[in-house]
């Protein structure tokens, strides 16, 4: 082989190692998360969603973070734990993307939309201490002697007839911090109704009566379902200016968390 040729040669292999290095380079560049999201999470209710040693934890929390690593290639998913009515003032006020999880209230928060598929049905009930019911609310004539109902801070979960029962006057309610106050209060017959989901309350009941042995629960008794509904991932409503990445995350978001409770469906179906 000649000298010229040997020349050529090598020069075609630089070439081609230069472009190599530069193609990979490249899409290396491109294979990177293009976007930095923060969802805001309810720091004080488990087991959906919670904070155990400073970190966001709960039955949520887990699912957004397996459908989080479905879509890693484009986007970095931070979950931040706020105080609830925090987390809901934050998107009336456009300072924040997402919430998670409120239920669906499009006509009471129109600034929220849209809202994600759901990630589970919660079944809210009222707990009260024996003698006290909030059945048949509407047939029953308590003005004189209002009952006391505790709520989380923030919550709208009171359906039609507790809602009216409120304007009449029959029931008065108190916002508490979380569901570990409002058990405390209704332990303490500070208050004589607490409406919240049921799992969340059946925790919280464990949790005070770990703490506080003191305390007598025996007398606090399930009264009545008030509402089912589903939780979701909220988003600010329109803000594409500031968020122009919304809609695809949206989606994006969508699939992957179906993708996640399809397969969890599956694996309970097989066990």
């Not at 399809?262 to 694996?267: L, R």
Request: hydrophobic share 40%.
């Amino acid at each position: 082989m000649n000298i010229s040729v040997t020349k050529a040669v090598i020069f075609c292999s630089l070439k081609l190692v230069i472009w190599v290095l530069y193609t990979s380079a490249f899409s290396n560049v491109y294979a990177q998360p293009q976007h930095r999201v923060t969802i805001l999470v309810d720091e004080s209710y488990p087991p959906y969603t919670y904070v155990n040693n400073g970190e966001p934890a709960g039955i949520y929390v887990d699912l957004v973070k397996q459908a989080a690593r479905l879509m890693d290639d484009k986007y970095i998913i931070e979950l931040h734990p706020v105080p609830w009515k925090r987390g809901v003032a934050a998107l009336e006020h456009g300072d924040a993307f997402a919430l998670m999880p409120p239920y669906k209230h499009i006509k009471r928060r129109p600034f929220i939309w849209p809202y994600s598929v759901p990630l589970l049905e919660e079944v809210v009930v009222a707990f009260c201490n024996t003698g006290i019911s909030l059945a048949n609310i509407e047939t029953k004539d308590t003005t004189v002697n209002p009952i006391n109902v505790g709520l989380n801070a923030g919550y709208m979960i009171l359906d039609d007839v507790l809602d009216q029962a409120s304007k009449q006057g029959k029931i008065k309610l108190w916002e508490n911090k979380d569901t570990y106050s409002n058990v405390i209060k209704l332990a303490k017959k500070r208050i004589d109704c607490y409406v919240n989901d049921r799992l969340s309350t059946l925790l919280g009941l464990r949790n005070v009566k770990r703490l506080h042995p003191e305390l007598e629960l025996s007398t606090i008794v399930e009264d009545r379902v008030v509402l089912r509904r589903t939780a979701h991932i909220g988003y600010v409503k329109d803000s594409l200016n500031k968020y122009p990445f919304k809609h695809d995350f949206i989606q994006k978001m969508d699939e992957a968390l179906q993708a996640v409770l399809d397969s969890q469906a599956v694996e309970l179906a097989n066990e």
